[in-house]
């Protein structure tokens, strides 16, 4: 069925949902999971917030990794870096799940605030509308 799932997280609660989800229909494909988190780039004038994002991203998927490994499935993890806004975020996860050969992607809706959505347009959605892989959106 499923090979290669790309798991898409933002470290929301609404993207953790996600989570028992792909590893559910990984079990079920005996698939590998590469959990994606994509950070927004901005200008870095202090010096020290690139190395604070890039920490808290990769603690965001290495945390997911383990729930998936507990839960007895493969994983591995994939930081990715984003100009700002749902569309860049959207490319990011398409691009990662292309070049993962990945034949699914799972995310969670609503990881941003409903003002931000509004305005920048929900990154779930932009990945439905963008993506060539079936994409599994967990509420």
Excluded: C, Y
């Amino acid at each position: 069925m499923f090979e290669k799932i790309v798991l898409a997280v933002d470290g929301s609660h609404h993207s953790r949902k996600a989570v028992p989800v792909a590893a559910d229909v990984a079990r079920k494909s005996n698939a590998e999971v590469v959990v994606v988190h994509v950070r927004e780039h901005m200008v870095d004038l202090g010096g020290t917030w690139e190395q604070e994002s890039l920490s808290a991203a990769n603690a965001i998927v290495d945390d997911v990794s383990k729930e998936l490994q507990e839960a007895g499935v493969t994983a591995r993890t994939s930081v990715r870096r984003s100009l700002a806004g749902s569309g860049r975020i959207a490319q990011e996860i398409i691009e990662a799940a292309d070049e993962a050969d990945a034949s699914l992607i799972v995310m969670g809706s609503r990881g941003v605030s409903n003002i931000r959505s509004l305005l920048l347009g929900s990154v779930a959605h932009k990945v439905l509308q963008m993506s060539s892989q079936p994409v599994l959106v967990a509420r």
